[in-house]
Structure formats: C-alpha cells, structure tokens
C-alpha cells in the first residue's frame, strides 16, 4: 500500500507538473508569435538581416511550443519524434541564414542601427521573461530541453543583435549585422544537435522498455 500511495503521489506531482508547464509554454507561444511580428516588420524597416534572423528564429520557436503543447502527456517515444522535428527546424532555419548572410554579403545596403537595438532590446526583455519562467524545466526530457535551448539562445542572438546595431553604427558597414545573423544560426545548429542526440536515445530507451514489456507478456501467457 506504500507502494500505491507513492505512485499515487507521483502521478499527481506529474499531473501538477504538467499543468504548470502547459500554463509556461502558452505565454511562451503566444509572446513569441507577436515578438515574430513585431520584429518581421522591424527588420524590413531597418533593413537587417540579424533581426530577420531572430524574427525567424520567434516564429520557429512560437511553433516549437505549439508542438510541445501537443505532445504534452503523450509518451516518451512520441515526444522524442516531436523533438526530432523540432531540431530539424531549428537546422533548416541556420541553414538558410547562413545561406541568406552570405548572399546579402554582396548585394545589400547598411542597416539600420537604431531600429535593430531598439528592436532587439524589446526582444531580450521578453525572452528572458520566458527564460525565467521555462529555467526549472531545463533538465527535463528532450523536448523540454528543448524549448529551453530555444529560450537561451534567443536571449543570447538579442544580446548579439544590439552588439552589431554598435558595430553597424561604429563602422557603417553591413559586416556585423551579417556575422551576428550567422552567430544565431550556429546557435541554431548547435542547440539542433543537442536535441537530435538525446530524442534518439530517448527513442532506444522507449524501444528497450518496450521489448521488455513485450518479453514480459509473452513469459506471462505461456506460464
């Protein structure tokens, strides 16, 4: 009966758990997807490439979350799948920045530094609000962590942001507006492959413990 109560416990934590990170993630998402407009519509003004880049970057994570939403409570195996899409996404996004930065490298005028820290001051304030409120989960499973890493390195790519709007000004050069889009896509690749790694192994555990579950059944109906 111990035992029982124990589960019971549990289940109710998690329960608890649950309810509160579902609470987290819609302030998440919701707050992301404004901040993808707000700097959608920044970066064409200031015509740069690293707010566009983290504009992106606000939309890709408004969506992580949606999918966090989803498979929340579903199990681990289908976790880790929405991980793995996740991280893919993440990749896919570095990619073509990295593609976009070495294009624009040849063809575009200065940006704007006043719009781009404006810009990126209001997107650090909000991500790291989001940081603040998604930091106990950052240890959880692959695709709490994550969101997690979204959350960092988007707190991170801000921060860069207002260093090129400082280095575009001090230089009027397009130069450090395009190294610090490129910076936050390597965060981008980085942060994929972290959570490609732990969604496979999640996924080798499901597939063990199901093997398991299945011997177990099997030795069961034969004794």
């Given at each position: ?39 959608l519509a920044a ?10 880049a983290d504009a ?84 959880g499973d692959s ?81």
């Amino acid at each position: 009966m111990a035992g029982c109560s124990e589960c019971g416990a549990g289940a109710v934590e998690q329960v608890a758990t649950n309810s509160a990170f579902r609470r987290v993630l819609w302030i998440a998402f919701l707050a992301n997807f404004v901040m993808f407009l707000v700097e959608l519509a920044a970066s064409y003004i200031g015509d740069s490439l690293s707010l566009q880049a983290d504009a992106l970057d606000f939309f890709g994570d408004s969506t992580n979350y949606a999918i966090s939403l989803f498979v929340l409570g579903m199990s681990i195996a289908h976790r880790a799948r929405a991980s793995l899409f996740k991280s893919l996404s993440m990749a896919s996004f570095g990619l073509w920045v990295i593609g976009t930065a070495l294009y624009r490298a040849v063809t575009d005028s200065e940006p704007d530094p006043l719009v781009m820290s404006g810009t990126a001051v209001l997107a650090l304030g909000v991500n790291v609000g989001i940081a603040l409120l998604l930091y106990r989960y950052r240890v959880g499973d692959s695709n709490m962590q994550s969101i997690w890493l979204c959350s960092r390195n988007d707190a991170i790519g801000n921060l860069a942001v207002i260093f090129a709007a400082a280095g575009v000004f001090a230089s009027s050069t397009r130069w450090p507006d395009l190294a610090v889009a490129t910076l936050i896509a390597g965060l981008n690749l980085w942060a994929a492959l972290q959570v490609t790694r732990l969604a496979i192994q999640e996924l080798q555990l499901g597939r063990r413990e199901r093997d398991m579950h299945t011997g177990v059944s099997v030795e069961s109906r034969l004794t």
